[in-house]
């Protein structure tokens, strides 16, 4: 099974940003835990934070994996063409928010992705990349 991992814009300094929202762990440290949890699936990571690179991985996976686990970052409230690209692939998608983003602004209410994707994960921390991984697994039996 091959699952890809996808972040958006500024998740790059996970462990340094905002820790009291975002937490202390990179995201590096935190695939090395997630990949050693699941040996049998094929895992790429892919972080970006420009828009059109997001868009080209999720048409490059979106055909060719078994899942994407998708955090579009601060993209979500804003992007017509993420919420379009997921639409146009096979794989299903899981969307996870480190934060509780309902509980936050007003404008990170509005998601341009929660409407294409196959579930949404939000509030959970970086469990949410795992807990979206075992829906996945669970998807292939
Ligand atoms: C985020 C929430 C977004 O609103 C924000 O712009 C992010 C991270 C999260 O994981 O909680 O960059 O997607």
Known sequence: MK??????????LLGKREPTIYGNQSFEDYMDILTAKFPAIHFEYFQSNIEGELVNAIQ??????DGIVLNPAAYT???V??????????????EVHISNVHAR???RKLSYVSGVVDGSITGLGLMGYELAVNWLLNQQK
Request: proline share 6%.
């Open 3 to 12: 699952i890809a991992i996808i972040n958006g814009p500024n998740l790059n």
């Open 77 to 79: 409230h804003t992007s």
């Open 60 to 65: 490059q996976f979106g055909f060719s994996f």
């Open 105 to 107: 602004e007003d404008f």
């Open 81 to 94: 063409a993420i919420g379009d690209a997921i639409a146009a692939v096979n794989a299903p998608v899981v």
